[in-house]
């Protein structure tokens, strides 16, 4: 929108942060003991998993087999891939964006396939769910965590709108007040 938007009616609009994340250690994820020669198949929910993970793997050395699958929620996440790895189509798996497509990708690849899912400390409840009741393989891996910012400075009566973009937020600004 242009600000003749908001000066025609006279909105004024405050983007402030109520989280940031922040990746775990190298130290913190050997607490998980994953091995990652026994995984065939890694799902990347956010471009936050991917950097995380792989900044990860880089600290700790751990070389990834030519041959891992990657399923990703969105083709923007996959082509993100291209930074980490050698990118060949029949390798990278990805979906339009909804849970529901990634979870049909992951049902077609569901024999003999051990995944790992990178993800923060409140991972997806639908992915978690569907892994459990279908039996797949798999193990989460925390690669990061949301952290509440320091938000006690705004005043709160001041605003007739408070929106939010995630669940985290609203937890960042309970925490908070």
Avoid: W
């Avoid at 242009?2 to 025609?8: A, G, I, K, V």
């Avoid at 402030?16 to 020669?37: C, L, N, V, W």
């Avoid at 060949?88 to 049909?104: A, E, I, P, Q």
């Avoid at 992951?106 to 024999?111: E, G, P, T």
Wanted: a positive charge; hydrophobic letters at 35%; aromatic letters at 16%.
């Amino acid at each position: 929108m242009n600000s003749q938007f908001f000066r025609r009616f006279k909105l004024n609009i405050d983007f402030r942060p109520f989280f940031e994340i922040q990746g775990i250690t190298a130290k913190d994820f050997r607490r998980y003991r994953i091995q990652m020669h026994e995984h065939t198949a890694i799902i990347f929910t956010s471009r936050n998993a991917v950097d995380h993970f792989f900044r990860i793997i880089t600290e700790m050395k751990t070389p990834i087999s030519s041959e891992m699958k990657y399923f990703c929620t969105t083709e923007a996440i996959g082509l993100y891939l291209q930074k980490f790895i050698q990118y060949r189509k029949r390798k990278v798996f990805y979906g339009d964006g909804s849970m529901k497509d990634l979870l049909h990708l992951i049902s077609k690849h569901k024999d003999g396939e051990r995944y790992l899912l990178p993800c923060g400390d409140t991972p997806n409840a639908d992915i978690t769910n569907y892994l459990k009741a279908h039996n797949y393989d798999y193990i989460e891996a925390l690669c990061f965590r949301n952290t509440p910012c320091e938000i006690k400075d705004i005043k709160v009566e001041n605003y007739d709108l408070i929106v939010f973009f995630s669940p985290s937020g609203l937890e960042a600004l309970l925490q908070n007040f």
